[in-house]
């Protein structure tokens, strides 16, 4: 349960960055906070951060497949872009918990599938159908006695 929390927070991270450098673009622009606040576009910020790579990619794909692929993930706000794989994570994550699912086997709030294995507590570590000398194994195949072992 906990890598799961950590995996979410790992997928939060660059979303909490392109979130901040939206607000320090946003601080910087006008000290005064009397304009509205925009998400940068992930086009904008690559244009304003690395515009030859920008333009050398626009440059090996071509045309027809930059304006119907690449252009709409362009103009996407960074900030929801990078949290996409967060919020499906999570979506995946409490569909799980709700049906009791993989990390979360037999604790599902949904009922309606019934759990593979029911554990059941005996209250001991012994096996409910043989001493502790035995390892549970049909009477036919247990051995009588001891094993004797002879060096060469």
Do not use: C
């Amino acid at each position: 349960m906990q890598t799961i929390f950590v995996t979410l927070l790992a997928l939060l991270i660059p979303a909490m960055a392109a979130l901040g450098h939206d607000y320090y673009i946003y601080i910087s622009a006008d000290p005064t906070l009397e304009t509205n606040f925009y998400f940068a576009q992930i086009g904008w910020i690559w244009q304003t951060y690395h515009e030859s790579s920008l333009t050398y990619i626009e440059g090996k794909i071509p045309e027809n497949i930059w304006q119907i692929l690449i252009v709409p993930v362009l103009k996407a706000p960074a900030t929801i872009a990078l949290a996409t794989p967060a919020i499906v994570v999570f979506i995946i994550m409490l569909t799980m918990k709700a049906f009791g699912l993989g990390a979360y086997e037999g604790e599902g709030f949904i009922k309606g599938r019934p759990t593979k294995f029911k554990k059941e507590n005996t209250g001991s570590h012994k096996s409910s159908r043989g001493s502790k000398n035995t390892f549970a194994a049909p009477k036919a195949i247990q051995k009588k006695g001891p094993i004797k072992y002879k060096r060469k």
